[in-house]
């Protein structure tokens, strides 16, 4: 891998981590035209896009860090320094127990399929192009039948545990974990925002257990030169993650996901198109 297509990948899963069209898809569709993923080793490329997710987990860390550290005071405090009953804790405090309960699923279904996961299944461009138009098309079911009236304060354990079980639907590759969990948000009443809000906030867990799993494992065979690869596109991805999570949130407030959903589908049909000339194989 070179420096160029270090700073390329970057800039993808920076820009696509975060919004609803799959940094998955994205990377491996720019890893195939590259060739940089190995038929015989393709857990080195799970490695890699985890690895460089560490970057945008930074991003997200930097951007929601007076939410987290509100969450996480009020958590501590009305938890372990001044125990209330679940049911009269402060909203901070309930958002900690929803983000804890929303990522249950996908840490039981992340280790139950971890084989599959790391396997050659999920770096599958038919598997990826089918899941980015499938799921564009849920996400129109939510943004034509969402009510986008519930706020952030309305939220329940109900929602964060449906919002939670969507989100495991992003291990499956060009689903998106942005993209799966704001339908879900849009489907339960939610606005736009909130249910952004809380896919953002969901995703630190998830991204951070990968992340530095993938790291130790990957540790074995990053030599010298690929570190200095991967460490630049992570940086690149974790700056370019903050202005897209900016971006995003600032679009959804006056904006429906339509142009994501199209996104999604010329995506898909265009990789099926190369597929089908054999410009790239599966």
Do not use: C
């Not at 035209?33 to 985890?50: D, G, H, M, R, V």
């Amino acid at each position: 891998m070179s420096i160029t297509e270090a700073v390329f990948l970057g800039i993808i899963q920076g820009l696509t981590e975060f919004l609803p069209i799959s940094s998955t898809g994205h990377l491996t569709l720019a890893g195939k035209l590259f060739k940089l993923i190995s038929e015989s080793n393709p857990e080195k490329w799970t490695a890699f896009i985890a690895v460089i997710q560490l970057g945008t987990l930074l991003a997200v860390l930097v951007y929601f860090r007076r939410d987290l550290s509100a969450i996480a005071i009020a958590f501590f405090k009305d938890n372990l320094f001044a125990p209330k009953a679940i049911g009269k804790q402060s909203p901070d405090s309930l958002w900690g127990w929803y983000l804890i309960l929303a990522t249950l699923p996908i840490i039981v279904i992340g280790l139950g399929f971890k084989t599959v996961i790391e396997g050659t299944f999920t770096k599958n461009l038919y598997v990826i192009s089918g899941s980015l138009i499938i799921f564009a098309l849920i996400l129109a079911l939510g943004e034509r039948w969402g009510k986008f009236s519930r706020l952030s304060g309305e939220l329940r354990w109900p929602d964060a545990l449906l919002i939670g079980i969507a989100q495991s639907f992003a291990l499956i590759p060009g689903a998106s974990r942005s993209g799966t969990t704001i339908t879900a948000g849009l489907l339960l009443g939610f606005n736009r925002e909130t249910a952004a809000r809380f896919s953002f906030l969901l995703s630190i867990p998830a991204i951070a257990a990968s992340g530095m799993l993938q790291f130790f494992q990957s540790l074995g065979y990053l030599d010298r030169s690929l570190a200095v690869n991967v460490i630049l596109a992570g940086l690149l991805a974790g700056i370019v993650g903050y202005l897209s999570i900016e971006f995003l949130l600032r679009y959804l407030k006056r904006q429906s996901t339509a142009i994501f959903i199209i996104y999604r589908i010329v995506l898909g049909l265009f990789m099926l198109v190369l597929l089908n000339r054999g410009v790239i194989s599966p």
